[in-house]
């Protein structure tokens, strides 16, 4: 089944056809009305320079003057293999196809809203006919019976003529031409760019991703560039205002050499304060006992990491180098 863009924004357009498997744009006069677009010729030639197909409007009151526009629109440089002219359906619209067709151009026999209609764009050898689904919907007919009927009837008589299916409103409707069987689908960009989403997809991605992360990123690169580092002989107080700054819920304790004392965390702040009360927060935080500090290398894989966090409870890791702090790991820093 052919996708084709239907839009006349310029910045969409370009958007979109950088998938690179769009097979051509459908346009209209309402839409580059609705862009404020003045120079109709002009941004049909940029449009045909930018899509692979381009369908677009050739308007008149007899099909001489649909011939005619054809003509004149393709003498602006377009290429007649890349280029398909859209008529509305009337007796006229579908003689004007006869003769577009007869002179080996494309035509797309649009506005269609009955199998009647769709009959005779067929018969006079339209390249597509074009029922309007949504616009059909809005009036209260079954749009989705009608265009079953459509594709049996090209099916059924062996006529050359690709349907599509148009006016989409909604990703209900991507799925309704795919079971109906039409040849081509025209859809809004907004739609288009719905049909990849699926909750449980972004949960699957998300869940792979996460789990390359934690194989192939080593815990140094994956800290936040913060060393919550302060000298042991500071006193609590204002190791509490700088673990506040620094945004840690802990805190590493380096002696005058830079050696490792310990990590003071909040955890450890909240027991001080209970069993000493507030004259604690006078105290250097490096007169307090420290036990062996829970630690990875950063040359570590953040799986490493990831088991230390599940098999010890807790958020934060310190993170040396050679022996050295280089700084903390948040739980959180395993998802980046």
Same mark, same amino acid.
């Given at each position: 089944?052919?996708? *084709?863009? $239907?839009?006349?924004?310029?910045?969409?357009?370009?958007?979109?056809?950088?998938?690179?498997?769009?097979?051509?744009?459908?346009?209209? &006069?309402?839409?580059?009305?609705?862009?404020?677009?003045?120079?109709? /010729?002009?941004?049909?030639?940029?449009? !045909?320079? #930018?899509?692979?197909?381009?369908?677009?409007?050739? @308007?008149?009151?007899?099909?001489?003057?649909?011939?005619?526009?054809?003509?004149?629109?393709?003498?602006?440089?377009?290429? &007649?293999?890349?280029?398909?002219?859209?008529?509305?359906?009337? =007796?006229?619209?579908?003689?004007?196809?006869?003769? @577009?067709?007869?002179?080996?151009?494309?035509?797309?026999?649009?506005?269609? *809203?009955? =199998?009647?209609?769709? *009959?005779?764009?067929?018969?006079?050898?339209?390249?597509?006919?074009?029922?309007?689904?949504?616009? @059909?919907?809005?009036?209260?007919?079954?749009?989705?019976?009608?265009?079953?009927?459509?594709?049996?009837?090209?099916?059924?008589?062996?006529?050359?003529?690709?349907?599509?299916?148009?006016?989409?409103?909604?990703?209900?409707?991507?799925?309704?031409?795919?079971?109906?069987?039409?040849?081509?689908?025209?859809?809004?960009?907004?739609?288009?760019?719905?049909?990849?989403?699926?909750?449980?997809?972004? %949960?699957?991605?998300?869940?792979?991703?996460?789990?390359?992360?934690?194989?192939?990123?080593? %815990?140094?690169?994956?800290? +936040?560039?913060?060393?919550? #580092?302060?000298?042991? +002989?500071?006193?609590?107080? /204002?190791?509490?205002?700088?673990?506040?700054? *620094?945004?840690?819920?802990?805190?590493? %304790? %380096?002696?005058? /050499?830079?050696?490792?004392?310990?990590?003071?965390?909040?955890?450890?702040?909240?027991?001080?304060?209970?069993?000493?009360?507030?004259?604690?927060?006078?105290?250097?935080?490096?007169?307090?006992?420290?036990?062996?500090?829970?630690?990875?290398?950063? !040359?570590?894989? =953040?799986?490493?990491?990831?088991?230390?966090?599940?098999?010890?409870?807790?958020?934060?890791?310190?993170?040396?180098? +050679?022996?050295? &702090?280089?700084?903390?790991? $948040?739980?959180?820093? =395993?998802?980046?």
């Amino acid at each position: 089944m052919e996708l *084709y863009l $239907d839009s006349a924004n310029l910045k969409e357009i370009e958007e979109a056809f950088k998938l690179g498997f769009l097979n051509g744009l459908t346009t209209t &006069p309402t839409f580059m009305q609705r862009e404020g677009i003045t120079d109709v /010729d002009a941004m049909i030639v940029k449009l !045909s320079k #930018i899509v692979p197909v381009l369908q677009i409007e050739a @308007l008149g009151d007899t099909a001489e003057d649909v011939l005619a526009e054809a003509k004149r629109q393709l003498a602006l440089g377009l290429d &007649p293999k890349k280029t398909v002219f859209k008529i509305p359906v009337s =007796l006229e619209g579908v003689r004007a196809c006869k003769m @577009l067709r007869n002179e080996g151009l494309l035509v797309n026999v649009h506005l269609v *809203y009955t =199998l009647q209609q769709a *009959y005779m764009a067929m018969h006079a050898g339209a390249t597509y006919v074009c029922p309007l689904v949504g616009r @059909l919907q809005d009036q209260g007919h079954d749009a989705l019976d009608l265009v079953a009927q459509i594709v049996d009837a090209v099916d059924h008589y062996g006529y050359d003529t690709k349907v599509m299916f148009s006016s989409v409103r909604t990703m209900e409707h991507i799925r309704n031409a795919i079971n109906l069987g039409v040849h081509t689908i025209t859809v809004p960009l907004k739609i288009m760019k719905q049909l990849t989403e699926n909750h449980f997809t972004t %949960v699957g991605t998300d869940q792979f991703i996460h789990d390359t992360r934690l194989m192939t990123v080593r %815990v140094k690169e994956a800290l +936040n560039g913060v060393n919550p #580092i302060i000298a042991a +002989n500071t006193n609590l107080a /204002d190791a509490i205002v700088k673990m506040t700054e *620094y945004g840690f819920g802990a805190i590493t %304790v %380096v002696n005058a /050499d830079g050696s490792l004392k310990g990590v003071f965390t909040d955890g450890d702040l909240r027991r001080k304060i209970q069993s000493e009360g507030r004259d604690v927060l006078s105290k250097n935080i490096g007169d307090f006992e420290y036990g062996k500090a829970i630690s990875i290398e950063g !040359s570590a894989l =953040l799986n490493e990491a990831a088991g230390i966090f599940k098999s010890t409870k807790v958020d934060t890791i310190l993170v040396t180098e +050679n022996g050295k &702090p280089l700084g903390m790991l $948040d739980i959180q820093d =395993l998802e980046g």
